[in-house]
């Protein structure tokens, strides 16, 4: 049960216990309905001061929520950015390491071309 739950439960129990006094109480009829009003109003106004707290509250806890979801966005958009940046600079040192292999392969095969004999011109062989 919920804290707001148990103290309108205790606040409904003391109000019914006092009226189911006051009912029984030795006083005259006018005096007894009296104290009831009274018993009433007092706890009117009780229940509306406490009701007026838990609104604040509800509007501190909100307010707190806000600012803690709005933390939770920033810090999340920093670890986006975080992981973005280190995406593109894995992804730049991978391009340079193609392109050193892409350098190589070429530098290899213009060194087998320049190492390919040519055939010689006298050297001439039946079709």
Known sequence: MS??????????????GTA????????K???TRARIRR???NGYEDLKEDLEGLG???DEKTAEAR????NLGETLKERAGAIKEDARAKLEEQLARLEEALK????AAEEAVDKTPEPAADDQTPA
Do not use: C, H, N, R
């Not at 189911?20 to 006083?27: F, K, R």
């Not at 190589?104 to 530098?107: D, G, I, P, V």
């Open 104 to 107: 190589q392969a070429e530098k």
């Open 3 to 16: 804290k707001t739950k148990s103290f309108f439960s205790i606040l409904l129990g003391l109000a019914a």
């Open 29 to 31: 009829g006018w005096k």
């Open 67 to 70: 600012k803690t979801i709005k």
């Open 39 to 41: 018993a009433a109003e």
């Open 20 to 27: 189911i006094g006051m009912l029984y109480a030795p006083d």
């Open 56 to 58: 604040t509250k509800v």
